[in-house]
């Protein structure tokens, strides 16, 4: 009983914060998904990344449909293993948030769902028992994986989130809550992995904002209620219009009704966005949520009192291998501060470390209650809204202003009448006003301590302080340039000294010393007593790393307010610091040479830097602190070259079912009369992909009919997903494709036939690309909308019954052969069927033919493959991405009309579609890329047109060359071809 106590009170919470290891933290933390990055060894380098920002925990979902795509088999190695996803966010010192569904949107195929889940005759999500049933091994296993990571068995994990924003069931409204659905279900969920082992807390994310399971709400009741929300929404086309229909107000209203005894918990918040086939690429999505977005957004969203944050996404990475929904394509960066290929030059990434870095040095956030959002009482104008948290106790105020219209693009003056230790004062005091110039938020505060010494306001935000030697005191506040800005200090604390080029004004008003400035882009410097104040533009500020010197066990690397820190400015990146005597040792990156400076560090007497291990000349700056210079010499890189004949392609026909001699016997005859699938079936035999085990990739029919010599027309109706095409054959003859669009999951179509001869046996053989399974609302099975053929007719032969139809997808279907790269990544082409696209396939005596220069000839596909050995250095991280030229390519008059798998050692890291887009380059992580040596790439090049296609153009494009203290990872298990004896 004691232990269980014991174990319990390493996570707590109040009404206002969680409480980890007996402290109030801020979960500051970003959502990433280890299975759109599958390499394991670059895990370490996203959650420094993520460190380096201030954050202090991650989200992640767990893919069950990934995991257990053979019913029973749950594979939990190779790039499904979690354990280095644990090992590395310890060693970052970030706390995890698990959620492992079993469904989870997250824009995956089938909402995280395994395909034969599909076949279930109970509604998904719903208490149908062999719904529940089908969940119960995955959930036993995935918890058993997270209960032994959990922070009580010396792991990240602090919190679990069951199921996924299970909020609303068709026709149900909150007041007539659906009991033997939702309740039951949600506790069906929480046992399975109480069972397996979970203690910490459990919490929900509620789309509805509607209190939904939070505390105390009956069965399936969590322990901690949150909500999610994405206000900017999805219209990445028209990135500067912020939509106003979802702008969060009154959630600390909400929240004091639904869950009053629960700090306020925002599960998800719109981090980024999405885009889809035909779309506008992701670095759209990145302009509409961007670093404007977050100073305004992410700031309401505290002055609610948020202390459980989690942004959507802050790493999205790669739907590799098919893994993702149809609304998607490749690419899953979704705009977000780190982008796919793991760089963070992306302005809101800066953004947000200066937020998360003031949350981790204000502890009195943590204790503070959200007033309402006001501006009469508080600020000169109403064009300024202002909404206060008010100091428990711990006096600190927190005003977070903005402009009434948060839209607002323009400019706007105010002053702001703020309470204070030494009463009421009207800001500036001085002279100027304060401005909101564009999209802008501020957060201003009053009796803020810093480290014993009492801040009576700032105007200015603040970035971060620490505790340098003896009683000194390093603060940083920071605006926007040309800002006039205002702080107040007692009079007690010293006498302020300019530094040279400051030109701030000082005054003393009553018992306090106010200093007066305008933000320039020159950095200003003013000296208090034990107290030094950096007034600095934003921008400098981005340069500039708080990093936490490591503590002794269990604190280690994880945040905490006692921590010892020093503040370090730099170029790209800091990952990491520690202290040996007057040895300052970082790691880090630099994409230039630069200059770092050690703005203010625990000790005073650090004389030496290393940087990467690497010792560094110290000097120092005229003001005095310690500077380095760190060189930057890009070392020279080769790459192949795909388009000339230095680079030898191999290629063999991948559409062999057109010849006459091909022989179907071996392929899955569709035999089943009766369907489980809720929209029924208007054929005489069920040609659903998913009841004859067949979910990704793509799908191959052959229909065998003999002719009475009357058929005229051959009417198809096909549905794969938005952005699907599929291409139809009459034994060896084209008889069209259907090209696809971004609005289209499913199309029919009526194609004329050729004279057919009485009694002649003709074979019809039609290829569909699958975009992935829909995601669903709970209880509405819209996961079950059918992938493949859904009708068919002949006009002048009426019994359907006649054509007899077989399909093949992925060879094995569910008894998928490739276990380490999982259930989807191999679709129906034949290339794909004899495993050629994984490394080494048996090209002895193919042709050789360029997939850019040749092509494929008319409609069909064609399979191309090469090699090439790469040599990268060591301590230099260059992300690469393959890069398709989408210009139009083909014969005279060609529409373009081309499909493109891209393999990379086997796995698929693009579908290119040419004539939807975007997606145009295609990031391959290093890992499954081998940087030092042989590596695999294969194309499938399916040409819809009668006139065949080349791919316009492709290379190996490096996309940043960074000089850089990441771990190497090292090679992720990549099974080269063999041969699959039981292909057809
Ligand atoms: C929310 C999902 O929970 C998450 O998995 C992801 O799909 C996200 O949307 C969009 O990227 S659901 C939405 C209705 C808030």
């Known amino acids: 009983m004691l232990l269980f106590l014991l174990v319990l009170a390493l996570v707590t919470w109040d009404q206002h914060s969680l409480i980890v290891r007996g402290e109030r933290v801020m979960i500051y933390s970003g959502e990433f998904h280890p299975f759109r990055l599958p390499s394991p060894g670059l895990w370490l380098d996203v959650f420094q990344k993520i460190k380096a920002m201030g954050f202090t925990g991650v989200s992640f979902y767990t893919d069950w449909g990934l995991l257990e795509g053979n019913?029973?088999?749950?594979?939990?190695?190779g790039v499904w293993s979690l354990d280095q996803f644990f090992s590395a966010a310890s060693e970052a010192g970030i706390y995890l948030i698990a959620r492992p569904g079993p469904y989870i949107n997250a824009e995956t195929a089938a909402g995280g769902m395994p395909g034969w889940a599909l076949r279930l005759n109970g509604t998904l999500r719903s208490t149908a028992p062999d719904y529940l049933n089908a969940t119960v091994n995955y959930l036993s296993i995935i918890g058993k994986i997270i209960a032994d990571a959990q922070i009580t068995n010396g792991g990240p994990v602090i919190m679990v989130q069951p199921e996924n924003e299970y909020s609303t069931w068709p026709g149900e409204s909150f007041t007539q809550f659906p009991e033997q659905f939702n309740r039951q279900l949600m506790a069906f969920t929480e046992d399975r992995l109480r069972d397996a082992g979970i203690v910490v807390p459990f919490a929900v994310n509620d789309n509805?904002?509607?209190?939904?399971?939070?505390?105390?709400?009956?069965l399936g009741a969590v322990d901690i209620y949150g909500i999610d929300a994405y206000p900017f929404r999805y219209d990445c086309a028209h990135p500067y219009v912020w939509p106003t229909y979802r702008f969060p107000t009154g959630w600390q209203t909400n929240h004091t009704a639904f869950s009053p005894s629960t700090p306020f918990t925002i599960m998800e918040f719109e981090g980024g966005s999405g885009d889809g086939w035909g779309g506008v690429g992701e670095d759209m999505?990145?302009?509409?949520?961007?670093?404007?977005g977050i100073r305004v957004l992410f700031k309401n969203n505290y002055s609610f009192g948020v202390t459980i944050f989690n942004t959507y996404m802050i790493y999205g990475g790669t739907n590799w291998g098919n893994l993702g929904y149809h609304g998607g394509y490749t690419s899953y960066d979704y705009g977000a501060s780190i982008t796919e290929d793991r760089q963070i030059w992306r302005e809101k990434y800066s953004e947000m470390k200066l937020q998360a870095n003031f949350f981790k040095v204000s502890p009195a956030y943590l204790t503070a209650t959200a007033g309402n959002v006001g501006n009469g009482s508080f600020v000169s104008t109403p064009a300024i809204a202002v909404t206060p948290l008010w100091g428990n106790g711990m006096k600190t105020n927190f005003y977070v202003a903005r402009h009434a219209d948060f839209t607002c693009t323009g400019n706007a003056s105010y002053s702001l009448t703020v309470s204070t230790s030494i009463g009421n004062v009207t800001i500036p005091q001085l002279s100027g006003t304060l401005s909101m110039i564009g999209r802008d938020s501020k957060i201003h505060v009053t009796d803020y301590d810093v480290g014993g010494i009492n801040l009576i306001y700032s105007t200015a935000d603040i970035y971060?302080?620490?505790?340098?030697?003896?009683?000194?005191?390093?603060?940083?506040?920071?605006?926007g340039l040309n800002e006039t800005h205002e702080f107040a200090i007692p009079i007690s604390v010293g006498k302020p000294k300019l530094s040279s080029g400051c030109a701030a004004t000082v005054t003393k008003i009553g018992s306090s010393w106010v200093i007066n400035w305008e933000v320039t882009a020159a950095r200003q410097v003013v000296t208090i007593g034990d107290l030094t104040v950096y007034l600095l533009w934003r921008n400098e500020a981005y340069d500039i790393w708080p990093l936490e010197l490591p503590a002794a066990v269990p604190i280690s690397n994880y945040s905490s307010i006692s921590k010892s820190m020093v503040i370090i400015k730099a170029g790209n990146l800091l990952r990491s610091v520690s202290i040996d005597g007057h040895n300052l040792h970082l790691t880090g990156d630099v994409n230039c040479t630069t200059t770092l400076e050690v703005i203010a560090a625990p000790s005073d007497s650090l004389t030496s830097i290393t940087f990467n291990s690497n010792p560094l000349h110290t000097t120092k700056s005229s003001s005095g602190n310690l500077v380095a210079t760190v060189g930057f010499e890009p070392p020279k890189t080769t790459l192949p070259d795909f388009s000339t004949s230095s680079c030898e392609w191999k290629y063999h026909d991948s559409l062999p079912e057109l010849s006459p001699m091909y022989d179907d016997s071996l392929w899955i005859n569709c035999s089943h009369t009766t369907t489980t699938n809720p929209w029924g079936k208007r054929t005489p035999t069920s040609l659903y992909a998913s009841d004859y085990g067949f979910h990704t990739g793509s799908l191959i029919y052959r229909g065998h009919f003999t002719s009475n010599g009357k058929e005229s027309n051959f009417l198809v109706n096909i549905t794969g997903g938005v952005g699907f095409g599929y291409s139809v054959w009459l034994n060896s003859t084209f008889l069209g494709s259907w090209a696809g669009s971004g609005a289209n999951q499913t199309w029919a179509q009526n194609f004329t036939l050729p004279s057919?001869?009485?009694r002649e046996k003709y074979v019809f053989?039609?290829?569909i690309d699958h975009m992935g399974q829909d995601e669903e609302a709970p209880g509405t099975d819209a996961i079950k909308y059918p992938r493949g053929l859904t009708y068919f007719a002949l006009s002048g032969h009426s019994n359907l019954?006649?054509?007899?139809?077989?399909?093949?997808?992925?060879?094995?279907g569910e008894q998928y052969p490739d276990l380490a790269r999982g259930p989807r990544n191999e679709g129906a082409m034949y290339a794909e069927r004899m495993g050629w696209h994984l490394p080494s396939p048996p090209t002895q005596g193919w042709e050789n033919r360029s997939p850019v220069t040749d092509g494929v000839d008319g409609a069909g596909v064609g399979f191309f493959t090469t090699s090439f050995e790469l040599n990268m250095p060591d301590g230099w991280d260059v992300p690469l991405s393959f890069v398709f030229n989408g210009t139009r390519s083909g014969g005279e008059g060609t529409e373009g009309n081309y499909r493109v798998q891209l393999f990379v050692n086997g796995w698929q890291f693009g579908k290119y579609v040419n004539n939807l887009g975007p997606q145009t380059a295609f990031p391959v992580p290093e890992g499954i890329l081998n940087y030092n040596g042989r590596n695999d790439v294969s194309l499938t090049l399916w040409s819809l047109d009668a006139d065949g296609a080349k791919v316009g153009g492709f290379a190996l494009v490096p996309q940043a060359i960074i000089k850089s203290g990441y771990s190497k990872p090292s090679l992720v298990e990549s099974p080269k071809w063999t041969e699959r004896k039981n292909a057809f």
């Open 765 to 767: 053989t039609i290829l």
């Open 801 to 812: 019954a006649d054509a007899q139809w077989k399909i093949t997808g992925n060879l094995g």
């Open 208 to 218: 509805e904002n509607k209190g939904y399971f939070a505390a105390g709400s009956g």
């Open 71 to 77: 019913p029973g088999e749950v594979v939990t190695d």
């Open 285 to 292: 999505c990145a302009i509409l949520v961007n670093n404007e």
């Open 756 to 758: 057919l001869q009485l």
């Open 464 to 479: 971060t302080w620490i505790k340098t030697s003896g009683s000194g005191r390093v603060l940083i506040l920071y605006g």
